[in-house]
């Protein structure tokens, strides 16, 4: 029998595939040393002094539009604080005692300023709210005023109509005594004579007259007390009503004077100051004099 070779396998068949490494695209992917160079990256001296010009300039020039303003004064200061501690901890920039100086003095009279609007805003807030607290007491008071003239004279109408009452009721009384008297018969044989008809008719008619003239007192007195009650509740009620419009103007007046932020012109006048001093430093540090403008 004779030898049959055998045909050989080849060295990579049934064996798994690998999974092939993704191709790194150029430019998508920096290594970490790159990462680490720019980190690493020198700012150089004109872009400190440049970051911190601008960084002092949009301070200046911040407004801050919702009251109380006093909340925003501690967080501006920081703020401010921030940018020249970022300046002078800047390798490119060499800070002189000059400079901490005026930046310290600059600090400290601009927080003294703001120190003062933030009592004067708050002495405004505190005049507001007592204001508005006297204004709900006018108010009250001219709702008790109401309450109290309308009881009065509910007073007065019962105590006019327990008093007219008896004398109506006589008055008709005396009216039905008249009218009797008057269609009596007079006559010799009528058990009453025409002279002593006319006696009876006199008085009845004197004593209904008396009576309409009592009434007429006691009705024109009443009248009087009402009239007197309200001349004295309308002038009472005047005053009330001047006093509470006297308080609405006083709380425009104060409110118009807190909705404008009036520490602007310290801080601002305090950014240039600083501005100033960094431009000054810039010169006095390097041999070419170089001024850094402000954005």
């Known amino acids: 029998m004779g030898f049959q070779s055998r045909a050989r396998t080849p060295r990579d068949f049934g064996r798994r595939p690998g999974k092939s490494k993704p191709q790194t695209k150029p430019g998508k992917r920096r290594t970490g040393a790159e990462h680490q160079l720019e980190e690493e990256r020198v700012v150089t001296r004109t872009e400190a002094a440049g970051r911190t010009l601008n960084g002092l300039g949009h301070l200046g020039s911040q407004r801050f539009a919702v009251a109380p303003f006093h909340e925003h004064y501690d967080r501006w200061l920081l703020s401010v604080r921030n940018v020249l501690s970022e300046f002078e901890a800047s390798s490119a920039v060499t800070v002189d005692d000059r400079f901490k100086e005026e930046c310290s003095r600059i600090l400290s009279d601009v927080e003294l300023a703001l120190n003062d609007k933030r009592v004067k805003e708050v002495s405004n807030h505190e005049a507001v709210r007592k204001v508005n607290r006297s204004l ?31 004398v109506v009721t006589n008055l008709g009384k005396l009216r039905g005594e008249l009218n009797r008297i008057i ?57 009330i009503l001047e006093q509470i419009a006297k308080y609405q103007r006083e709380i425009e007046s104060l409110d118009a004077g807190m909705q404008v932020d009036d520490s602007l012109d310290a801080r601002h006048a305090a950014c240039d100051e600083l501005v100033s001093a960094v431009n000054s430093l810039l010169q006095r540090t390097q041999s070419t004099p170089e001024t850094v403008s402000k954005s």
């Open 183 to 239: 269609h009596m018969r007079a006559g010799f044989l009528r058990g009453i004579s025409k002279k002593a008809k006319a006696e009876k008719t006199t008085e009845a008619s004197r004593k209904l007259d008396s009576t309409k003239e009592e009434l007429a007192r006691i009705e024109q007195s009443f009248v009087s007390e009402q009239k007197k009650l309200r001349s004295e509740y309308e002038r009472r009620r005047q005053q």
């Open 136 to 166: 709900l007491d006018a108010r009250s008071l001219l709702a008790q005023t109401d309450r109290e003239y309308a009881a009065k004279m509910n007073e007065i109408a019962g105590k006019k109509e327990r008093s007219v009452k008896p």
